[in-house]
């Protein structure tokens, strides 16, 4: 439609559309900032934050504020990721503040926001560090930032469009809601009203049910962030069985692998909780098919929840948990029957929650699918070797340090 693109992420080894897929053939926009990253990064210095005399950030801001600069009477479709200050860590986030403060107040004086529509969005929280292993941080993981300013001038010729915008802010959506709303902007001037593309979305301009469930968004239960989970102890019996069964998975998982994925034995489980009923969440109360195998949430009263979970006698579990060899740390969701005595695991369910690093590489080209899970024997024997190094180190350092007393003790002897 006439439309100047422009697309571009950092940390290019993490590529949105390059780890775990193949790129593109062709240049997928106008403006593609990809063959620049790959150069700058390959050019490592001791200041890894900047290009030069400039932040990555602000270069990457620059960048975006250039095409309005250079295309200021046709219509602009600009995305830009940028992972560096927050993939790793939150500490670095600061980081930031003032450089975005800055482009976006230069936006907004120079008019480029008169006509445009502005999104600031996350797309996960840490996933990968302490803060991960804790509530918030699983809530966060979940629960992605992103915010919407539309310009002014729309706000005041569709105020109904407007306040259904404010209160979807307070409703559940997902980012499927996003990509159906840049579908409702395709056909904003049509006189009839807007019918969805997706029975999974809704536009962000229409106003979102309140009762809105995660099964209605198609939401996972291991990933819907309206339930409620209690503590349970870690060495309940039901909970070790669950670890058990939960390592046996993921070794079937990458079985097919053995020679090359080490085999994988629980070393410990460190946190364990049990959905509960709540009457102000969104609960499960049951399983909408013969197998037990399809969860079904219903917005209900407590009591009647309650009855539900009883008499459908499935329960569900949640567990962090660590394997050896690697330390490899884990977050799993499962549905257990009593009445078979079973879980049921998928891996949609499954969370990593520390880095993987270089452990998979032995599959990582194969089936990079499976690199959060795979923990390569050649990694093992890396680490085992060097475990070797390090204690035949110490020994000989040892065995030098005897030596030295012993011949101090003589030279003394000798004096006396």
């Not at 939150?90 to 480029?112: A, C, I, Q, S, V």
């Not at 918030?136 to 105020?159: A, C, D, V, W």
């Not at 670890?243 to 994925?261: F, H, I, M, P, T």
């Amino acid at each position: 439609n006439g439309y100047v693109t422009q697309w571009a992420e950092d940390l290019q080894s993490v590529g949105t559309f390059q780890m775990r897929l193949k790129g593109f053939r062709d240049q997928p926009v106008d403006h593609y900032g990809r063959p620049f990253y790959l150069i700058a990064e390959s050019m490592r210095t001791s200041k890894p934050y900047c290009f030069g005399s400039i932040t990555r950030l602000k270069s990457m801001l620059n960048w975006a504020r250039d095409l309005f600069h250079m295309y200021p009477n046709q219509p602009k479709f600009s995305f830009i990721f940028h992972s560096q200050y927050s993939h790793d860590s939150n500490n670095r986030l600061p980081y930031g503040d003032d450089e975005l403060l800055e482009f976006l107040k230069f936006m907004n004086e120079h008019g480029y926001f008169d006509n445009t529509i502005f999104i600031l969005m996350t797309d996960h929280g840490a996933r990968f560090s302490t803060l991960r292993k804790t509530y918030q941080g699983k809530l966060e993981e979940r629960l992605p930032f992103i915010s919407i300013r539309m310009p002014l001038t729309f706000q005041e010729t569709y105020p109904h469009i407007m306040h259904n915008l404010r209160l979807n802010s307070h409703r559940l959506t997902t980012p499927f809601d996003l990509h159906e709303t840049f579908q409702h902007l395709f056909e904003f001037h049509s006189n009839d009203p807007y019918q969805s593309k997706s029975n999974r979305a809704y536009s962000l301009f229409e106003l979102i049910p309140e009762n809105r469930t995660c099964l209605q968004a198609n939401i996972e239960q291991h990933w819907c962030a309206c339930l409620h989970w209690d503590d349970i102890s870690i060495n309940e019996p039901i909970i070790q069985k669950f670890g058990y069964q939960a390592v046996d998975y993921l070794n079937d998982l990458v079985s097919e692998y053995k020679n090359q994925c080490s085999k994988l034995i629980l070393y410990q489980i460190n946190k364990a909780n049990q959905l509960k009923a709540n009457e102000r969440l969104l609960k499960f109360v049951g399983s909408s098919d013969k197998d037990g195998r399809i969860p079904h949430f219903r917005n209900n009263t407590f009591k009647k929840l309650t009855k539900n979970l009883t008499l459908n006698q499935t329960k569900h579990y949640q567990i962090q948990f660590e394997t050896i060899p690697g330390h490899s740390q884990f977050e799993l969701t499962a549905e257990y029957n009593p009445l078979n005595d079973t879980f049921f695991i998928t891996k949609r369910h499954l969370s990593r929650l520390n880095k993987y690093g270089h452990a998979s590489t032995c599959i990582a080209y194969k089936r990079p699918e499976l690199r959060e899970i795979c923990y390569c024997s050649k990694s093992l024997n890396l680490t085992q070797k060097s475990n070797r190094s390090h204690v035949n180190a110490v020994m000989h350092n040892k065995k030098k340090s005897i030596k030295t007393k012993k011949t101090v003790t003589t030279s003394n002897s000798l004096h006396r």
